[in-house]
């Protein structure tokens, strides 16, 4: 199971750009998948499709347009600091021509933000692919992130679901979001009884309990619709393996 990242490619000169997306589309992590990718040639363009689309990665070049028809100019460090201040709280990658961090007119966000981080042009494919897989990685883990799961949106960090499609959020009360947390993190792996005892309870793996049964069976009535409870799509048992977790039921 690969965890699909929505990701917007903010790059002016149309060549790079496309050479960038092309990449992209072949790179291959073993968990990750870039889909669908989205392409902006202007601040404008990129502030638009940030507002309509749901992107979980932005890969933008420091020096850009602020719209169409004027000169690129050093905006990129700019940016950053403007949509972190207005809440974007995904992975952001930069590409530079630069050895150090990128400054611009506001305060960056890149230096001291785990999920904002810089490039250099010249660095090559294999560098820039090693900086992209460790902000995936650093943002998965941490509590700001935002988990699609089915038809909800999980937010660790706040213990709550919102659906996709828009509606009232749900509060995940007790261990609820650190089961559903600890199973995403399995990335399609089956958990045991005592695996989730010992590592969301702090039981012992030999303990007699029900208390993770009671969960699961919690979380499925969230999580599946109501016809496929029966034989759940997202929150599956696997044979006497344990539980797993499908993000992205067919």
């Known amino acids: ?20 997306v092309n990449w992209l589309k072949q790179l291959k992590f073993p968990d990750f998948v870039f889909q669908p990718i989205f392409e902006a040639g202007t601040e404008s363009r990129a502030e638009t499709i940030l507002s309509e689309e749901q992107i979980e990665f932005l890969l933008l070049d ?13 905006r990129g460090a700019d940016l950053i600091g403007k949509l972190r201040k207005n809440g974007f709280k995904y992975p952001i990658l930069m590409l530079t021509g630069q050895t150090t961090a990128p400054k611009g007119n506001q305060e960056s966000d890149i230096v001291g933000d785990p999920l904002t981080d810089y490039v250099s042009k010249t660095a090559g494919y294999e560098l820039l692919g090693a900086r992209l897989l460790s902000l995936l990685k650093s943002y998965e883990s941490s509590l700001e992130a935002r988990l699609k799961i089915g038809n909800w949106y999980f937010s660790p960090g706040k213990g709550i679901l919102e659906p996709v499609e828009g509606g009232r959020e749900v509060s995940l009360a007790g261990k609820l979001s650190d089961l559903l947390f600890y199973l995403y993190k399995k990335r399609g792996k089956p958990a045991s009884l005592g695996e989730l005892q010992e590592n969301v309870w702090n039981y012992s793996g030999s303990a007699e309990t029900h208390t993770p049964q009671t969960h699961v069976y919690r979380l499925r009535e969230l999580l599946e619709q109501e016809q496929d409870r029966k034989s759940p799509k997202i929150l599956q048992t696997v044979g006497k393996k344990g539980y797993c977790l499908n993000p992205y039921p067919a």
Do not use: W
Request: glycine fraction near 4%; charge should be neutral; avoid cysteine.
């Open 62 to 74: 420091n020096k850009i347009p602020e719209s169409p028809g004027l000169k690129p100019s050093f």
């Open 1 to 20: 199971m690969k965890t699909k990242i929505p990701l917007l490619v903010l790059e002016d000169e149309v060549e790079q750009r496309q050479a960038l």
